[in-house]
């Protein structure tokens, strides 16, 4: 049974300027996500993909509770949890844990490191055991003596493995990984990923990690899936979608990464336009005014799901 399964998510936010929208008869909302499905098993990494304003971080709000969804279904453990209320948050949150997008400013400066990676303990009325602090360090490769600083000693490498530590602190069973490796110099962005991977290989933690970037999806993920426009065009194996894409967007998302082999020539897939607004999605296919291999008909209606054997994507003329 998978720990996490999400069917048919779609979240909404209230448009901006709602007495212009009240005048032209718009509607007053618009989905931010719209109506997307995907599982994580127990000790399994899933990346999420896409540019920004796709809907990525929205997902991961409404999987921790700070957005609520506007249908579709999100069961955890087995349990619902869409409609979840407060008392039933504050039990899920022990098992749910956030690595925030910026690894300095997610961090308060007026605490210690040391009482940074134990507060979580402290806010769920736990007991905080002799040395704990040193020990969550440790589990993240810094040594005790960090305990006593506060954020703005530390450089961009360290702060984020504090903020795994602080993640880790209650032992959760899903992490959740905004831009994990933001603003790292490469090196430390090699070490940050194999301290998730090696983390995950002793807990068995579930990770959804949420990027831009492709090569850190190719090192850490099993699966993946690619957003456009609050939708997922494609979704499957990591290992699959790389050496066999079958959406455009995904073509040319892969054709825009960055390789450390000089002698490898990729072609460059462009791509013209600007990125629509989910207030005002095209007809048809969401992806069709940007798309090199769009056709006269998919303007027409929005293309359906197809998963061959489990290989999913959403396109009318998939590539072969």
Same mark, same amino acid.
């Given at each position: ?29 618009? @989905? ?6 995907? !599982?994580?098993? =127990?000790?399994?990494? $899933?990346?999420?993909? &896409? /540019? ?118 209650? @032992? ?6 905004? !831009?994990?490796? =933001?603003?790292?110099? $490469?090196?430390?962005? &090699? /070490? ?129």
């Amino acid at each position: 049974m998978s720990l996490l399964k999400v069917e048919d998510l779609r979240v909404s936010y209230r448009r901006i300027g709602m007495l212009r929208a009240a005048i032209s008869r718009e509607p007053a909302t618009f @989905d931010a996500v719209a109506g997307v499905s995907f !599982e994580i098993e =127990a000790g399994k990494t $899933m990346g999420l993909v &896409g /540019e920004s304003g796709s809907g990525k971080s929205t997902i991961a709000r409404t999987l921790i509770g700070l957005k609520r969804p506007a249908a579709g279904s999100i069961r955890f453990d087995g349990r619902e949890i869409g409609d979840a209320g407060r008392t039933e948050w504050a039990r899920l949150r022990r098992e749910m844990s956030m690595m925030w997008q910026d690894p300095i400013g997610s961090l308060s400066p007026r605490l210690t490191v040391g009482s940074l990676v134990t507060e979580p303990l402290k806010i769920h009325g736990r007991r905080v055991p002799e040395g704990e602090a040193a020990r969550l360090l440790k589990l993240v490769g810094l040594p005790p003596e960090f305990a006593p600083r506060y954020p703005h000693q530390l450089s961009g490498g360290q702060a984020r493995r504090v903020g795994v530590a602080r993640a880790l602190a209650l @032992d959760p069973k899903l992490l959740i990984a905004d !831009e994990p490796t =933001a603003a790292l110099d $490469m090196s430390v962005q &090699g /070490e940050v990923l194999n301290l998730l991977a090696e983390v995950q290989r002793r807990s068995g933690v579930a990770i959804l990690v949420i990027t831009h970037n492709l090569n850190v999806v190719r090192h850490i993920t099993d699966t993946m899936a690619i957003m456009y426009l609050g939708r997922f065009v494609e979704h499957g194996t990591t290992a699959e979608i790389f050496e066999r894409p079958r959406h455009p967007y995904t073509e040319a998302l892969l054709s825009a990464n960055l390789e450390p082999d000089p002698d490898r020539r990729a072609e460059r897939v462009e791509l013209s336009g600007e990125v629509p607004s989910p207030v005002n999605r095209p007809s048809g296919c969401d992806f069709h005014t940007r798309c090199p291999h769009a056709r006269s008909d998919c303007s027409d209606a929005p293309p359906a799901w197809s998963a061959p054997g489990g290989h999913g994507y959403r396109c009318f003329y998939p590539l072969g």
